[in-house]
């Protein structure tokens, strides 16, 4: 297990005194194959990590903001060649619409990242999406095996990666007790977080490589994760705690199977999930974007109340959930509204869209520093994945 902890936390991370992590992009200088060779030593994880104990519980409080993000293309610059885009959980709702969007631009081979083939060859054919513009390699995020054989297979493809938008998640609202993945992880911790924390730290090689002039990596977040909405309010709240449940396995054996290390939730657990995947971001921008010109972001699509995000929750909340958000909240979009505003967002042909806001600075509670916070995250992976 020694070497898959080493994929997901690079070897050269520096680690201080003070707990904090220097801005670091050598990862990009060093072949992936020798990643995987590289010796993963956890003792200078171990020894940080009381650090980051100590500074208290990581709320999630966020805050939606435009984007404060680079443009790596001059508006007006002509690309020389179609776009790669891998798209994770492209075989219904956001994925699938924006996946078509993408398609019918004729700018983008887009892979469609799924588990199921068939669903998503059935679903790419009824939304009229031509073959030579799409592909579909098969990819199940809770599967640590899987996310390495897809980016294996991909490298062998020998297509450039331009843009990664990591979409697919799960969400088990009336789940009374966790399930698993295969590497025995709460399963939409698992997949919405860990799963594509590793996707997006193999293909980081890839992106660096693509010549592509707005290449960037694309999380999609959610209003429910931030604490400073009143989206992020209602209950179960989203919190990380001091991570205590991550940093021993999230395997609801010897330890929670939540994140903060509390009872089991399945609507909070997807909600930290969400805080996961916008803090990723968030810190992937600081450390590799002025050096490597990708974009890091997450986005909120806007409130897209029919996809099959909801199908565990009880009917009545199926029924009355869409016509609540349509005509209280009005933060409902369509699938197709939201696929269409995504793929504007995600090709930078303009903003678009008022639905979809770009997550790009989280507040962290004043006790604890945004790198020490990373800094905990990532200890808690590299134990996860130990374990
Ligand atoms: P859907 O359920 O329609 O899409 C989720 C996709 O994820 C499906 O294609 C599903 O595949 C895929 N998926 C689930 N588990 C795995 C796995 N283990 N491996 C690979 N793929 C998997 O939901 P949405 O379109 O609503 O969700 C898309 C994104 O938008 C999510 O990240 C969600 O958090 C986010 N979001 C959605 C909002 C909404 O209102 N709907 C609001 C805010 C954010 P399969 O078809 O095989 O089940
Ligand atoms: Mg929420 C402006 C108010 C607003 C918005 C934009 C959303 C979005 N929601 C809002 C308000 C409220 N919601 C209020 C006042 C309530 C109490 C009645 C409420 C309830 C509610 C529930 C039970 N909302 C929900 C649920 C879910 O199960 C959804 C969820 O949390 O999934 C994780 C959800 C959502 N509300 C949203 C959005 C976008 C969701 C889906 C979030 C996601 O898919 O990430």
Redesign the pocket.
Known sequence: MALQAAALVPSSFCFTKEGKCGKDSSLFGVSLADQHRADFSCSSLRSKREIGFKNGAIRAETIAATPSVTRAAPAGKKTLRQGTVVI?????????ATAKALAETGKWHVIM????FL?TERAAKSVGMAKEDYSIMH????SLDSVRQFVDNFQRSGRPLDVLVC?????FPTAKEPTYTADGFELSVG??HL?HFLLSRLLLVDLNKSDYPSKRLVI?????GNTNTLAGNVPPKANLGDMRGLAAGLNGLNTSSMIDGGEFDGAKAYKDS?VCNMLTMQEFHRRYHEDTGITFTSL??????T?????EHISLFRTLFPPFQKYITKGYVS?EEAGTHCENFFCFRGSGATSVISITTIKLSESCSRDVAFLILLQAIASCIKT
């Open positions: 994770t959980g492209a075989s219904s709702g956001l994925g699938l990242a799924c588990r199921d669903k990819l199940d995020l809770a979409n697919a998640a799960v969400y997949t919405n799963g999609v977040g959610s209003i429910t969400k909120y699509p806007g409130c897209i109340a996809t099959g995000l909801f199908r699938e």
